[in-house]
Structure formats: C-alpha cells, structure tokens
C-alpha cells in the first residue's frame, strides 16, 4: 500500500451552466459550484465544512464521504455558489417577473413613495431566487467526490516523497551505528589498560607486576567501568527499531502513529548513548543520530 501524507489541496469546479447530470433540474442560469479542500497533519481526523446556506444541508452526506477515505488530518472544505450574474446576464423567466410586478404593485399601494424597481434590481433578485431553487445535491456530490479523488493522489504524491526521505535517513543511520559498534570493544579494552596503569602508578610498581590482590580490583574496576560505557545494547536496538521502520514504510497504509512511536523510541536511544559516550568519535555519532532522528519526527508528524 502507498504511505499517504496528511498535508495536501485539491479543488474542482463544475461547467458555467452546470456540466453533471443533473444540472438541468435547476433554473436556467442557476450558476456554477465550486468545491475546495485542503488538509494539514492532525492526531486525528478534524473535519471543518465552510457552507454557504443553500449546501448547509449537503453537510452530513460530503461528511460521511470525507470519513469514507480519509483518515487523519485537519481537513477542511468549502463550498461556493457562483450566481450566473458573475459569468454572463441570465434571462429571469416570465412567472418570476410577474411575481415581481405583484410584490411592487403591492407594496406602491402601501409605499407610494417607494421607487420601482431597475433591470439591475430585478436581476439580482432573479439570481438568488434561481440560486435558492437550485438542486445541487447530486452534482456537490459528485464534484466532491472528483475533488477528494484529487486531494488523495497528492496526498499518495507527498507520502511517496515522505517514504523515500525516510529511507534516505535509514540508511545513513545505519551507517553511524556500523561505525559505532567496532568503537565499542576498543573503548573497553583502552579503559581495561588504563586501570591497571592507574593501579600501578598508586601502588608504585609501575615497572613491575601488581600482587594478585590488587591487579583483581582493577580488574573488577575496569569491568564495572566497561559494563557502565557499554552502548552495545543500545545500538541493537537501534537496528532493530530501523529495521522495524523499513518495514512500516514498505507496508504502506495507516502507519503514522506506530512511526512516531518508534521514532520516539529510536531517540531515547541516541540519547543513552551519548550520555554513555566516553570518545569524542562516539559522541560525534550520538549527535548526528539525533540530527537525522529529529528530522525524521519532524517529517513522519505528517505521515496518516
């Protein structure tokens, strides 16, 4: 499956007298729908409808639909009427002007001062009476449906560039792990030699053999000191968090939240080993493992 991103922007419109199906059960110039919808990384899945009055009952069904494909994120959509006004002068019909004629006529009677009305007035009103009438159930639906299509491909087109990031970052973790394991015994060794060095110059036989006793505690000392220093586990798991990474990212689908938990946990180990560090070549490592880690969370916050 492909790895999706949370963050992406799709949007549609639909032809200026309406080019779906049902677009001829609304008046004659009734205008066209607009629909856009963008979304940016969330924990869960926040769904935010920006309506105008006329879609505010189209609400549950483009809910339901958005639930049906997405799974996290911020995701907000909006709607838009735009009157025929805008595009081109569309022609009021004749049950509408006489319907105007007798609301004036009506209220001349009560108003005489009032004027009457101008073309200008009469097709804007003739608008947002087509625009109130207007059936655009099926073909919001449908423009959403074309629209969410869209949003998905780019969110699959960033969560693909996401994935190769990840994979890049992989494996130059795993290289500074490679590094660090043969730094590992050596580092131990070194501070074997210099316990027993230390033990030598205090008992002031550093040109012959410590007794037994002593060369024991130092011994003791230096294993102690090794078992402290030791990052050996620390770099297994390391692996086997990356290892496990690799494989949510071939996998693909929901694996944003198991990713920042490994994330999480890939972290603490850098962290552990560079408190345990005693080389400055360790140290070095530690940092830039935790650069990449900290790049990678910051990425993988955008993963669904």
Same mark, same amino acid.
Request: aromatic share 4%; proline share 4%; charged share 25%.
């Given at each position: 499956m492909p790895v999706y991103s949370m963050t992406g922007y799709a949007s549609g419109q639909s032809g200026p007298s309406g080019s779906h199906a049902d677009a001829e059960a609304r008046p004659h110039g009734a205008g066209r #729908?607009?629909?856009? /919808? $963008?979304?940016? =990384?969330? $924990?869960?899945?926040? #769904? !935010?409808?920006?309506?105008p009055e006329e879609l505010r009952q189209h609400e549950p069904a483009l809910r339901e639909l958005? !639930?049906?494909?997405?799974? $996290?994120?911020?995701?907000?959509? $909006?709607?838009? /009427?735009?009157?025929?006004?805008?595009?081109?002068?569309?022609?009021?019909? !004749?049950?509408?002007?006489?319907?105007? =004629?007798?609301?004036?006529?009506? /209220?001349?009677?009560?108003?005489?001062?009032?004027?009457e009305l101008s073309v200008a007035d009469v097709l804007r009103l003739a608008a947002g009476d087509t625009l109130a009438k207007g059936d655009w159930g099926s073909e919001l639906t449908e423009l959403a449906q074309k629209t969410l299509k869209a949003l998905v491909s780019a969110r699959e087109r960033e969560g693909a560039r996401l994935a190769r990031m990840l994979q890049d970052h992989l494996a130059q973790l795993r290289k500074l792990v490679a590094q660090a394991l043969p730094l590992v015994p050596q580092l131990v060794e070194q501070q074997r030699a210099r316990f027993l060095e230390r033990w030598q110059e205090a008992m002031g036989l550093s040109g012959g053999t410590p007794p037994e006793a002593a060369q024991d505690r130092a011994l003791t000392e230096a294993t102690s000191f090794a078992i402290r220093i030791d990052v050996a586990e620390e770099l297994t798991r390391l692996n086997s968090h990356l290892d496990e990474i690799e494989r949510l990212v071939k996998k693909g689908g929901e694996i944003g939240k198991r990713l920042d938990f490994l994330i999480q946990e890939l972290h603490r180990e850098a962290n552990t080993l560079g408190s345990k560090s005693a080389t400055l070549e360790l140290t070095r490592i530690g940092v830039d493992m935790k650069v990449l880690i900290e790049q990678m969370r910051e990425q993988v916050q955008n993963i669904e």
């Amino acid at each position: 499956m492909p790895v999706y991103s949370m963050t992406g922007y799709a949007s549609g419109q639909s032809g200026p007298s309406g080019s779906h199906a049902d677009a001829e059960a609304r008046p004659h110039g009734a205008g066209r #729908l607009g629909v856009e /919808i $963008r979304s940016v =990384n969330s $924990r869960f899945l926040d #769904l !935010t409808f920006k309506l105008p009055e006329e879609l505010r009952q189209h609400e549950p069904a483009l809910r339901e639909l958005l !639930t049906g494909q997405l799974k $996290r994120g911020k995701v907000e959509l $909006r709607a838009a /009427i735009e009157s025929a006004g805008a595009a081109g002068v569309g022609e009021p019909s !004749t049950k509408l002007l006489q319907r105007l =004629n007798g609301v004036q006529d009506s /209220i001349k009677s009560w108003l005489p001062a009032a004027r009457e009305l101008s073309v200008a007035d009469v097709l804007r009103l003739a608008a947002g009476d087509t625009l109130a009438k207007g059936d655009w159930g099926s073909e919001l639906t449908e423009l959403a449906q074309k629209t969410l299509k869209a949003l998905v491909s780019a969110r699959e087109r960033e969560g693909a560039r996401l994935a190769r990031m990840l994979q890049d970052h992989l494996a130059q973790l795993r290289k500074l792990v490679a590094q660090a394991l043969p730094l590992v015994p050596q580092l131990v060794e070194q501070q074997r030699a210099r316990f027993l060095e230390r033990w030598q110059e205090a008992m002031g036989l550093s040109g012959g053999t410590p007794p037994e006793a002593a060369q024991d505690r130092a011994l003791t000392e230096a294993t102690s000191f090794a078992i402290r220093i030791d990052v050996a586990e620390e770099l297994t798991r390391l692996n086997s968090h990356l290892d496990e990474i690799e494989r949510l990212v071939k996998k693909g689908g929901e694996i944003g939240k198991r990713l920042d938990f490994l994330i999480q946990e890939l972290h603490r180990e850098a962290n552990t080993l560079g408190s345990k560090s005693a080389t400055l070549e360790l140290t070095r490592i530690g940092v830039d493992m935790k650069v990449l880690i900290e790049q990678m969370r910051e990425q993988v916050q955008n993963i669904e």
